[in-house]
């Protein structure tokens, strides 16, 4: 086997040679490391001993090599979100999607190629709570070939944000507890900015990040929420951003006073470094649409202007940061304002003629218990909580991958491919919903889509238990947003104010809460590509499913054979 491994490694680097690209080779040990927040020191799992994890920087065409290891108590996978893994799903991660998952003492090799993508993405755990701390950066460079950005004016330097969530406490324990009592998750206790949460919070000051500027300059931030379960607003303080790109596609430039992410978004943005000499806050913190508790702290990092210690603004000593003005917690019109104003910087190529045209509608829901208020039973008047796509909550396999048992042929006891290609009831789905309505049935469900077929997906929110923005993830794939809007989708209506000349492209949107979002992609990368919410106590709860994309014709339209060490349930 490791001389089939040195050959393909050698054919790698051979062929990324030819093509002046590089093959890039790391090894993530994935491993427990003491990790002090917030006065507490906790065990946590993290990679390298690094949290957050190493950033990846390669160049488009590159191609990656990754042994990852784990020498952790947990299961693990790894997943690189928003590479499209071009005919290999094998390398996407997601457990018991595309891969069992890695066991402890065990080791899986991650090989894929970036294909015509250049940007800001990221790189996570894919099992069960652990990309709490494990995740990392992924920075994808123009080709050598045509190495300059499609900005309107050049970067000097470049600061990469990774938004995250900190529990004082296990995650895995918050997530296994929650499971047990059926009610929500506890919220998080701190956000972070590149793993510290900054001046806000206790023990946290010495730690806070500062990013040095000279006075004029332009930089690059990478933002990325890289939060477990929250939208996230995101400014710096008395300066504007120009947003140029969002999950590594470029966007027709625009300026902003704040940025919105989801969880698994990255936005970049221009800074002109161009106030006063002083010290600015860049600052987090939640945007809430549901009506849910949350984590209502703020996250900051310093912007210091280099020549800033010896100059006073206004009579005051910028030793203190100058605070930065972030939207309310519910400020939905801010968020979709924004969200409003993403479009490709040209125009591009939307799929015109639709041959899967789906409606789905994402959301929470209730088990109802047959003994209510027991232990098992803390939901809402004595439930369990759950969550669904067209009414069919989504349960994770465990005795084989979905990729796996399609490719061997064996689905049975795996999955089924029936999940409807709409609910089985119309209702009113923002409105006062039954009651009758609210409880979906389990299954692991896949959708099957031909090669090649153009499709169409509208996402509907809805108000069972509580509308809310659920940012929606499509593995494998890019997709435009051609449409958005409130209330209940009208196909005789809101398809007239479809944008089908300039659509963003992304790999996550947001479903507006109490609306619609309507989104178009072409099925050309066969496999088995899972869809989920990005938050991550609704994905425990069900709100995913699979597409099954078929082969096409001959090999280049088929998925690759499955490498040799790929791990066994």
């Not at 506890?186 to 946290?204: H, K, M, V």
């Amino acid at each position: 086997m490791e001389q089939i491994r040195s050959f393909f490694v050698f054919l790698a680097v051979l062929l990324a040679s030819l093509v002046n690209a590089e093959v890039h080779f790391h090894e993530f040990v994935v491993q427990e490391t003491p990790v002090k927040r917030l006065c507490r020191v906790h065990n946590s799992i993290t990679v390298n001993g690094q949290f957050p994890g190493p950033t990846l920087e390669v160049r488009n065409g590159d191609s990656l090599v990754i042994t990852a290891i784990n020498k952790a108590r947990y299961n693990i996978t790894l997943h690189w979100h928003g590479i499209r893994q071009m005919r290999n799903p094998w390398a996407d991660g997601p457990e018991y999607i595309t891969q069992c998952p890695i066991q402890p003492g065990g080791s899986y090799t991650y090989r894929f190629t970036i294909e015509d993508q250049e940007g800001t993405l990221w790189w996570h755990a894919h099992s069960r709570w652990l990309r709490a701390t494990v995740y990392g950066a992924l920075i994808i460079r123009p080709p050598l070939s045509s190495p300059h950005y499609p900005f309107p004016v050049i970067p000097k330097r470049e600061i990469t944000l990774l938004l995250g969530e900190w529990w004082d406490r296990n995650p895995m324990d918050v997530l296994n507890l929650a499971q047990f009592t059926g009610a929500a998750p506890n919220i998080s206790d701190a956000f972070t900015i590149n793993g510290q949460p900054g001046d806000l919070y206790r023990c946290s000051s010495q730690e806070t990040l500062r990013f040095l500027v000279g006075s004029g300059e332009i930089v690059l931030l990478r933002v990325i929420n890289s939060a477990l379960n929250q939208e996230l607003f995101f400014g710096v303080a008395n300066h504007k951003l120009t947003v140029v790109a969002a999950d590594a596609s470029y966007t027709k430039p625009f300026s902003t006073n704040v940025i919105m992410l989801g969880p698994g978004q990255t936005t970049d943005v221009l800074l002109t470094a161009d106030q006063p000499p002083a010290h600015y806050y860049m600052a987090a913190h939640a945007y809430n649409s549901a009506n849910a508790a949350f984590d209502n702290t703020t996250t900051t990092a310093i912007l210091k202007y280099k020549d800033a210690s010896c100059v006073t603004l206004q009579g005051k000593s910028q030793a203190q940061a100058i605070p930065a003005q972030l939207p309310g917690f519910n400020d939905t019109a801010t968020a979709a304002a924004f969200t409003a104003q993403m479009k490709s910087p040209s125009k591009v190529k939307v799929p015109l003629e639709i041959d899967e045209n789906l409606f789905f509608t994402v959301g929470l829901g209730l088990f109802n218990c047959p003994t209510p208020n027991t232990q098992r039973c803390q939901g809402p008047n004595g439930t369990r909580f759950t969550a669904s796509i067209n009414n069919v909550s989504f349960v994770f396999p465990k005795q084989n991958s979905i990729m796996q048992a399609y490719y061997q042929g064996t689905p049975a006891g795996v999955f089924t491919t029936d999940f409807p290609p709409t609910p089985p009831v119309t209702f009113d789905y923002t409105g006062n919903v039954s009651r009758g309505l609210w409880q979906p049935t389990r299954g692991t469900k896949a959708y099957k889509l031909k090669f090649n077929s153009k499709v169409q997906i509208i996402l509907q929110d809805t108000s069972i238990v509580t509308t809310e923005n659920h940012p929606m993830h499509l593995h494998g794939y890019e997709f435009y947003v051609v449409g958005t809007g409130v209330g209940n989708f009208n196909p005789n209506t809101d398809t007239a104010s479809f944008n089908l000349i300039d659509p963003p492209r992304r790999n996550t949107i947001g479903t507006p809460p109490g609306g619609w979002v309507a989104i178009r992609f072409v099925a050309n990368n066969p496999g088995a590509w899972l869809m989920h919410c990005h938050l991550d106590s609704h994905i425990f709860w069900g709100l995913a499913m699979v597409f099954l994309v078929e082969n096409g014709e001959g090999h280049l339209q088929s998925v690759q054979s499955p490498p040799l060490d790929l791990p066994q349930c």
